[in-house]
Nanobody, 115 residues
Framework: VQLVESGGGLVQPGGSLRLSCAAS????????MRWYRQVPGKERELVAA????????NYADSVKGRFTISRDNAKNTVYLQMNSLKPEDTAVYYC?????????WGQGTQVTVSL
């Protein structure tokens, strides 16, 4: 299992970023996918999840209405569109598949929201 996150960067408050996660080594279309984020010294936080076919999505209350998770099963890729970013969204963002693949993590992509 390989997960490669990209698309992070430095953005001003109110700005937008689109994160991508390219997956390989498993049957991507058969698995729900999730985005997590982590700030140093804190536990990893579940941000958003999407079912295998993309028909159902769930979000943490802190990002609801601002973030959108989506996927392209033909490209084995899951996305996180982040709008109206806030300084508290600053974190390293990771994608992940559920059990039994939940032990596999990529390197993450850093998102920094600051003036």
């Amino acid at each position: 299992v390989q997960l490669v996150e990209s698309g992070g960067g430095l953005v001003q408050p109110g700005g937008s970023l689109r994160l991508s996660c390219a997956a390989s080594g498993f049957t991507f279309r058969s698995y729900a996918m999730r985005w997590y984020r982590q700030v140093p010294g804190k536990e990893r936080e579940l941000v958003a999840a999407i079912t295998s076919g993309g028909g159902s999505r769930n979000y943490a209350d802190s990002v609801k209405g601002r973030f959108t998770i989506s996927r392209d099963n033909a490209k084995n890729t899951v996305y996180l569109q982040m709008n109206s970013l806030k300084p508290e969204d600053t974190a390293v963002y990771y994608c992940n598949a559920p059990y039994p693949l939940s032990g596999s993590w990529g390197q993450g992509t850093q998102v920094t929201v600051s003036l």
